[in-house]
């Protein structure tokens, strides 16, 4: 392997029923830095069946390239089939970086694509960066988010990561950005094709968001029941934002696992999350400390949430919720 | 139908505390367990022998000390265990590690392998694709049920962000499976008895079907450049008022911050 020979930040852009997905949108936004540093261009590999029409629309979210395989084969996410098509369209073109967003599809895609390719592959980061000998520095938590691990992938290419949803940013769409769109058509072998998909159902489990919302009022262990979080629901609903929950509410069937912040649950960064009698635990922090500004009313105070807060109130979130609710309802009206 | 499920010993990392003075791990005292999601990959085959019968075979890759956990799957039902130890792995990344498992499943019968989703020590769910692609081998991750039509097709239950999907998939083949699939059971008197007579079997590099160039750490793609306990943001403000001071104070932070 010639490593001069590999150049390029490449995404795997996710697409289900034919809609892009989130996830592929921020590793574009993060793509875009990465090869700025490295004088290089961000390339989109967008893969289903007639999905063409989201060229342009990649093009506008960071794209440089779009290297497009529009083919029935495609249509849904197989392993094997999207493998195949991948694994060619890597031969032809050589990837410096390759990255994938850290989903069900991604986590089993890419490891498959990695033992295939023969090279390495960094699961579900949360910071990449480039070395100054310009090489790939993929940082992701480990043991449960008490560790942060700093891995490269020196010697072999492409340098394959993927990449926690809700981590990286979005560029904000520019209409004005040119690009190039690339037909690839793979050669599929359907002889290796042995998983049928029977039937996708939907379930509302992820009928709410929390990673799209603005503002988040979450609850921990300290608000107890699900009427205590009727009370965060009221101040959530005044100020247009959702409910969220620590791992210890979701374990005890208060909340649903949708709603979830934390290392086993979703990462968020809202404007403004309110950390309602959450202590703190290291896995919750790892899934909101990039939050742009933390309040944490807690009676607790040696708790550990107020290490990461910007603003603490060392008090009683019974009290002081439905007052805040009821004030700032009025603020809001004036 | 012969069933090899690959399990790890892992730390239990909801134990694990960060030393504030050093920054470094406290593991002492950690207790190790058999890896959450592979114990429910064990469940599902044992299942599969109680409704259908066939050979459970648990093989795991570690120090000599991982042998408790393939003693535990022995009081829990398995039929034949496997340590695979040796300085030759020591060291390997994902792609190094499931090369030794594929090679030692290489000298094994097999009609179905499963394996845990990902171990809570590393979370990388990477080692069951990668073994499947060693072997040539559909696989189906994050596998919550599987149904056996008695002969060479299974139907599987995959879970999604958005919900799941059943598939259909014909053996040989790898699950990776979650701990959530099932309730696994605990071990029988009778098992713990037993397990300690049964024999673990002791395999090294010689023993496998593999390129030694792709073991241990010589054989791994990736490298870690440093590790290190995440810094913590320094505090902001606390304030331990009245309610009605508090409210006040949050909403004018929200004013200043043109939330409201």
Redesign the interface.
């Known amino acids: 392997m010639e490593k001069t020979d590999y150049k390029n930040v490449y995404v795997f852009v996710e697409q ?1 029923n034919g809609e892009i997905q989130s996830v592929g949108l921020e590793l574009l936004g993060k793509a875009r830095d990465l090869a700025s540093v490295l004088n290089e261009k961000v390339i989109a590999i967008l893969a289903g069946d007639q999905v063409k029409k989201h060229a342009q629309y990649l093009i506008e979210m960071g794209a440089d390239e779009v290297i497009c395989m529009d083919a029935p084969e495609l249509k849904d996410y197989l ?2 089939q999207y ?1 195949q098509a991948i694994y060619q369209m890597v031969q032809k073109f050589q990837p410096s970086i390759l990255m994938f967003g850290a ?2 599809i991604g ?2 895609l ?3 694509l ?3 390719l ?7 980061c949360t910071k990449l960066e480039i070395s100054e000998e310009g090489e790939l ?1 993929m940082t992701r ?4 988010g ?11 290419r492409p340098q394959m990561s993927t990449v926690r949803p809700g981590v990286m940013q979005k560029m904000t769409r520019d209409a004005n950005r040119k690009g190039t769109v690339i037909d690839f058509a793979p050669n599929f072998d359907s002889s290796k094709f ?10 509302d ?2 009928a709410v968001d929390i990673q799209a919302a603005k ?1 988040l009022v979450s609850g921990g262990r300290g608000v107890g029941c699900a009427e205590g979080f009727k009370k965060l629901q009221a101040l959530a609903d005044v ?1 247009g934002g959702q409910v969220s929950s620590s791992r210890a509410m979701v374990d005890a069937g208060v909340m649903p696992h949708d709603r979830q912040v934390g290392q086993t649950g979703k990462t968020v960064r809202p ?2 999350y309110f950390a309602c009698g959450i202590s703190g635990a ?1 896995q919750h ?2 899934g909101m ?1 990039e939050s742009d ?3 944490a ?1 807690n009676k607790d ?1 040696y708790a550990p949430i ?11 979130l019974n ?2 919720i439905p ?2 609710t009821e ?2 309802a009025k ?2 009206q004036k | 139908m012969k069933i090899v499920v690959c399990i790890k010993q892992v ?1 239990d ?2 134990e ?3 030393n504030p003075a050093t920054g470094t ?1 406290i593991r002492d005292g950690v207790p190790s367990i058999m890896n959450p999601d592979d114990k429910g990959g064990l469940e599902m085959a044992l299942r599969l022998k109680d409704q259908y019968g066939a050979e459970v075979t648990v093989i795991t890759m570690g120090p000599p000390q991982a042998e408790a956990i393939l003693r535990e799957a022995f009081a829990m039902g398995a039929d034949r265990a496997i340590l695979l130890t040796d300085r030759a792995f020591a060291g390997a ?3 190094a590690t ?1 090369n030794a498992l594929a090679g030692a499943l290489k000298c094994i019968d097999y009609d179905l392998i499963i394996g845990g989703r990902q171990a ?15 072997l040539q081998l ?5 596998v919550t049920n599987v149904e056996y039509d008695g002969k060479k097709n299974l ?1 599987v239950k ?13 053996m040989p ?1 790898l699950l990776t499976v979650l701990a959530t699939a099932n309730k696994a059971r605990y071990m029988s008197v009778a098992g713990i008895m037993e397990a300690f007579d049964k024999e673990v079997e002791i395999w090294t590099a010689d023993k496998i079907d593999v390129d030694r160039a792709k073991l241990g750490l010589s054989g ?11 810094a ?2 320094g ?10 001071e ?2 006040n ?3 004018s ?2 004013k200043e ?1 043109h ?2």
């Open positions: 289900r392993t094997e493998s989903t069900t986590r089993d890419a490891p498959r990695a033992a295939r023969g090279t390495g592959l960094t699961a579900d520095m938590p480990a043991f449960g008490n560790l942060m691990a700093t891995i490269m992938c020196t010697e072999h042995k998983v049928k998909l029977l039937k996708e159902v939907k379930e489990k992820n503002i100020l404007n403004v290291i922090l790892a400390e500004y933390i309040i009313i105070k107020f290490q990461v807060a910007d603003l603490g109130l060392v008090g009683d009290k002081v007052l805040l004030k700032l603020e809001i | 730390p990392t909801t694990i505390k960060i791990l990344d994902t792609l499931s809570i020590d590393g979370d990388t769910a990477q080692v069951g694709p990668e073994m499947a692609e060693h559909p696989q189906i991750s994050y139907t995959k879970e999604t962000e958005n919900g799941y999907q059943m598939l259909s998939v014909e083949c791994s793609p990736t490298r870690v450049k440093k590790s290190f306990t995440k913590q943001k505090a902001g403000e606390t304030f331990e008022v009245d309610a009605e508090a409210v104070i949050i909403i932070k929200l911050k939330i409201i």
